[in-house]
């Protein structure tokens, strides 16, 4: 596991940029605290990954629909 990954190993930074909102299936949804542009968030995948590519394309598929149901949500919302 890489020593600098923000979302695996650097909590004190993490927390200092984001609120963790809502653990999902296969993914985590952190909003920034910064909100320049509202809504601004990022839903992270659970476990650590350098490339998208090296994700398996069932979780691949989980994580765009988690990411998807997150969007409606938002857009709902503004
Ligand atoms: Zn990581």
Redesign the pocket.
């Known amino acids: 596991?890489?020593q600098n990954?923000l979302?695996?190993q650097n909590k004190a930074a993490l927390d200092a940029l984001m609120i963790k909102i809502a653990d999902l299936e296969v993914s985590t949804l952190y909003l920034f605290k910064e909100q320049t542009h509202p809504g601004r968030c990022v839903v992270a995948f659970k476990d650590?990954v350098g490339q998208q590519f090296e994700m398996n394309p069932k979780k691949t598929y989980l994580t765009e629909k988690e990411y998807a149901s997150i969007i409606e949500k938002i857009k709902a919302q503004l």
């Open positions: 596991m890489p990954c979302y695996c650590h």
